[in-house]
């Protein structure tokens, strides 16, 4: 895929007639945006729920813990999310997470928070084919008693150029 590109010339002539020519191209960030692409959803798996309320900590890596009243349930299915940022190589970029987010099921809600990801708030493209990988974990808070079902919801994270 080509990349447009500004063109910077440079041209010297020495006395002895000799004729130099140099060529950079740079980059035009305005040209190629930045994108960003979710490739793998954000799964805290099964959970059980006792009467004190409770938490299930979902890093980046994707290994989860959990506190007070909720412990596993039978079935795995845990993943954190996970995105492909893609643009100019080599560039860097900012990475921004909601502060929370809230999952549904029917009328009944939790809510997700304390958002992380790997890299940590600025990322950089790699050289060559300008994509990073993006995983994101969070915290989902369980109410004591929360009622069974299965809770869904969306976040945002946006990415910009530095």
């Known amino acids: 895929m080509s990349v447009p590109a500004r063109v910077a010339v440079a041209l ?9 020519l140099a060529v950079a191209l740079v980059p035009d960030a305005e040209a190629q945006a930045i994108g960003i692409v979710s490739t793998r959803s ?18 980046p890596a994707g290994s989860r813990t959990l506190t007070g009243g909720v412990s596993p349930g039978s079935s795995g299915g845990v993943t954190s999310a996970s995105f492909t940022v893609s643009g100019i190589p080599l560039l860097t970029y900012s990475i921004s997470l909601p502060g929370s987010a809230v999952l549904t099921s029917g009328s009944h809600t939790m ?6 990801s790997n890299p940590s708030g600025t990322g950089q493209l790699q ?11 969070a915290t989902l808070q369980v109410g004591a008693s929360q009622t069974s079902g299965s809770y869904s919801g969306t976040f945002l994270v946006t990415v910009v150029y530095n």
């Open 127 to 137: 050289l060559f084919v300008g994509t990073q990988t993006l995983t994101v974990g």
């Open 111 to 116: 809510t997700v928070n304390t958002f992380t």
């Open 12 to 20: 010297a002539f020495a006395s002895t007639a000799a004729f130099g």
């Open 42 to 59: 954000m799964a805290f798996g099964e959970l059980v729920v006792g009467v004190t309320s409770g938490s299930a900590v979902l890093t």
